[in-house]
């Protein structure tokens, strides 16, 4: 349904206009990027009819190549595959909790926050390293004592 409700608007604002292709981004609890390719241009198949075309998954997520700062690698090499998937764990839905965590824990030590928020913040139980972020239970966020900022 979502993806119906973002395709319409601009399937129906490119009426009348000609391109050459579409692009789709998705970007939820991971990320990916697909696009329209003409068949002949696909040069790992050669039996794809050639008046047709694909969608193709260009897989964004392991885009490598995104400005990284020193938390966004502390982060990458607490997760159970560092340095894969880059990208999609500095934006995505699917680690924004831990990353979050991580960046005002970073704070709290940083004497950003009030003393009394600082000492909530640190005291916040961290993710499990090496473990899949994705699958981090939701009772430790149920668990973690209430931080006013």
């Known amino acids: 349904m979502i993806l119906l ?8 604002a490119s009426i009348g206009h000609d391109y050459d292709s579409f ?10 990027t697909c696009y329209i390719e003409n068949n002949p241009n696909i040069l790992k198949n050669k039996s794809l009819d050639s008046s047709k075309s694909q969608i193709i998954n260009i897989e964004s997520g392991n885009f490598s190549l995104a400005p990284r700062t020193d938390l966004d690698h502390r982060f990458d090499n607490a997760t159970s595959n560092p340095g894969s998937h880059t990208f999609e764990k500095m934006i995505s839905g699917g680690y924004f909790g831990p990353l979050c965590l991580l960046v005002l824990k970073n704070c709290g030590r940083r004497r ?9 913040i640190l005291a916040l139980e961290e993710y499990p390293p090496r473990k899949s972020i ?16």
């Open 5 to 12: 409700q973002l395709f319409l608007p601009a399937n129906q």
């Open 23 to 32: 692009i789709g981004y998705i970007l939820g609890t991971g990320t990916n």
């Open 112 to 120: 950003v926050f009030t003393s009394d928020t600082a000492s909530g």
């Open 134 to 149: 994705c699958l981090w239970p939701i009772q430790h966020l149920l668990a973690a004592p209430l931080v006013h900022l």
